[in-house]
């Protein structure tokens, strides 16, 4: 794992409050972002835009708490959580004064590619800021992802993919 990785994934813990780790997929949509993003920020800008990111992203994750059932804790984070975070900082970067942001504030602006998550489309989920939707579909599973990469088959079933 390169640096950059370590930094991601470090930084993204931290922001999130995650002590459990954070998986390699979960920085996918990060790896554009460096420390002197942050550090270029204006106080009240990284504040705005990492608090937006952190509470967006837990209410996104929370919602799916009931599907696990009583007492089985919390769910893990997934890229939809990701996006929508992103989609609020955005939006708490969108909020700030036009006169008073920084120079990286406008730049990270117009370099982000995923909607606010106040813009047109805001019920859409899943990824939609980052890829098309069936190429995300169709990607293929990693070691660290939630998911098996195989649909599970019943006893004596044999797969109808093979």
Same mark, same amino acid.
């Given at each position: 794992?390169?640096?950059? @990785?370590?930094? +991601?994934?470090?930084? +993204?813990?931290?922001?999130? !409050?995650?002590?459990?780790g954070i998986p390699d997929y979960m920085i996918d949509r990060l790896r554009a972002f460096t420390p002197?993003?942050?550090?270029?920020? %204006?106080?009240? @800008?990284? @504040?705005?835009?990492?608090?937006?990111?952190?509470?967006?992203?837990?209410?996104?994750?929370?919602?799916?708490?009931?599907?696990? !059932?009583?007492?089985?804790? %919390?769910?893990?984070?997934?890229?939809?959580?990701?996006d929508w975070g992103l989609r609020a900082a955005k939006?708490?970067?969108?909020?700030q004064p036009a006169g008073e942001m920084s120079e990286k504030a +406008? @730049? +990270?602006l117009s370099d982000c590619t995923c909607p606010a998550a106040t813009g047109p489309n805001p019920g859409i989920d899943g990824?939609? !800021?980052y890829d098309d939707v069936e190429p995300a579909l169709e990607r293929e599973s990693r070691e660290d992802d939630p998911v098996p990469s195989e649909p599970?088959?019943?006893?004596?079933?044999?797969?109808?993919?093979?």
């Open positions: 794992m390169s640096k950059h @990785e370590t930094w +991601l994934k470090k930084t +993204l813990a931290d922001i999130l !409050g995650e002590d459990r002197e993003d942050l550090d270029e920020l %204006r106080v009240n @800008e990284r @504040e705005a835009a990492l608090s937006a990111f952190a509470r967006v992203a837990r209410q996104s994750r929370d919602a799916r708490g009931g599907e696990l !059932g009583e007492g089985a804790g %919390r769910p893990a984070y997934v890229d939809g959580d990701i939006s708490a970067l969108e909020e +406008l @730049e +990270l990824g939609s !800021g599970a088959t019943g006893a004596g079933e044999r797969d109808p993919r093979a």
